[in-house]
């Protein structure tokens, strides 16, 4: 500077970013919607837009790390990248993480297409469960509500099947019901399990265009059938999905994963904290422990950081997991306040028991003083 003082970090600067060869509605969305999020991410950075130009003014540091996020979003949007609030969120997360990971990077790249719609990671956990399933042969999903499990597996099961890599794409999961008895079901048997497995084909519909999907699964390439129809098969050139998978049994689970065939990559999602079974031994809470140290198997663990629902979902989750740790540790207390008791009692009936012992011993004819010398007898 002219004065010859240096600026520091809590010197306000101004700085311009020039966008080109992106549409600005793009890049700010729809009623400037992703510049919100930017300027709630970074509240001590004012956000100035004029024309293609985007000025931030603030502390050095501060203008820094907002022109380090405007930078990704804009590489991000020339790759054609649709971008949406979480998009902003994540985004601004993995470069605070310092991990040296761009964020246009990590969530630019597509797994499917489907009728104009990009499907895609939207959150670092993603892309590393997206990265197992690549490099392993059984995948675990394992996560709250709404961080992607099945929707990212099975559209890397169509994916799969449309490069050929597999024959047919299986979709299962345990007809269980969710905390309620649904009591009779009329119609055929297909009528019956076609509530339990509909998430399944509404996700197929949304990936596949809906007219081929029944004529896929007519053929055979794609099925889609409670997890009770597995017994007794070999799954050979197969991508398979099975999803709700806490809701299985131990017994359950073992069967299903010995089906495995030559050619054939299986995904399992489950919420270990959703467990509907009436006795709640979920086979997916044990084979956490089972197979964890074996080469091929990765388990992918998804937290609220991945939810990609509303913001709301997050929360939520989190404040029932805060619930859940709360009531576990208050009951752990309780179990060995309990336990110290009922030591401290034991000790007490064992210490008794023994005074007992010691009077019955002395009153006894032939106990302790009975052999010593009367008095006065020679």
């Known amino acids: 500077m002219a004065d010859g003082h240096?600026?520091?970090?809590?010197?306000?600067?101004?700085?311009?970013?020039?966008?080109d060869g992106v549409a600005m509605v793009q890049l700010l969305g729809p009623q400037d919607r992703l510049l919100r999020v930017v300027e709630r991410e970074h509240r001590d950075v004012q956000v100035h837009v004029r024309g293609n130009e985007i000025t931030l003014t603030g502390a050095a540091d501060a203008v820094a790390r907002a022109r380090a996020l405007v930078d990704e979003l804009i590489a991000m949007s020339r790759a054609g990248q649709g971008?949406?609030?979480?998009?902003?969120?994540?985004?601004?997360?993995?470069?605070?993480?310092?991990?040296?990971?761009?964020?246009?990077e990590v969530l630019g790249e597509a797994i499917l297409s489907s009728r104009g719609r990009i499907i895609r990671a939207k959150t670092r956990g993603q892309k590393a469960y997206i990265d197992a399933i690549?490099?392993?042969?059984?995948?675990?999903?394992?996560?709250?509500a709404g961080t992607g499990?099945?929707?990212?597996?099975?559209?890397?099961?169509?994916?799969?099947?449309?490069?050929k890599e597999v024959d047919r794409i299986i979709l299962t999961r345990p007809a269980v019901e969710a905390g309620e008895r649904l009591g009779f079901l009329p119609g055929t048997l297909i009528d019956k399990i076609d509530p339990y497995l509909r998430p399944l084909y509404d996700a197929l519909n949304e990936m596949m265009d809906p007219e081929i999907v029944p004529k896929l699964m007519a053929s055979g390439t794609i099925e889609v059938a409670p997890l009770g129809?597995?017994?007794?098969?070999?799954?050979?050139?197969?991508?398979?999905?099975?999803?709700?998978?806490?809701?299985?049994?131990?017994e359950q689970m073992k069967m299903f994963l010995t089906r495995l065939g030559f050619g054939t990559h299986m995904v399992v999602t489950g919420d270990i904290t959703q467990i509907d079974l009436p006795q709640g031994?979920?086979?997916?809470?044990?084979?956490?422990?089972?197979l964890k140290d074996i080469e091929d198997i990765s388990f992918s663990y998804l937290t609220?950081?991945?939810?990609?629902?509303?913001?709301?979902?997050?929360?939520?989750?989190?404040?029932?997991?805060?619930?859940?740790?709360?009531?576990?540790?208050?009951?752990?207390?309780?179990?060995?306040?309990?336990?110290?008791?009922?030591?401290?009692?034991?000790?007490?009936a064992v210490r008794r028991a023994q005074g007992s012992d010691r009077k019955g011993q002395q009153s006894r004819p032939g106990g302790p003083r009975d052999h010593l010398p009367k008095r006065g007898m020679s």
């Open 229 to 250: 129809y597995m017994r007794g098969r070999t799954l050979n050139n197969s991508f398979v999905v099975l999803d709700e998978a806490q809701n299985t049994t131990p």
């Open 134 to 144: 690549d490099e392993n042969t059984i995948t675990f999903g394992i996560g709250p």
């Open 304 to 348: 609220s950081d991945d939810v990609v629902r509303h913001t709301l979902v997050g929360r939520i989750v989190d404040a029932y997991t805060e619930y859940d740790e709360k009531r576990l540790s208050d009951r752990r207390e309780r179990d060995e306040a309990s336990a110290f008791v009922a030591g401290r009692e034991g000790n007490r």
């Open 6 to 19: 240096e600026p520091t970090p809590h010197d306000d600067v101004v700085e311009q970013i020039l966008v």
């Open 281 to 290: 031994a979920s086979g997916l809470r044990l084979v956490t422990r089972v």
């Open 149 to 163: 499990k099945t929707y990212l597996a099975m559209a890397k099961a169509v994916q799969a099947l449309q490069r």
């Open 83 to 104: 971008l949406d609030p979480a998009d902003v969120r994540e985004s601004d997360r993995m470069l605070r993480a310092d991990t040296g990971e761009r964020p246009s």
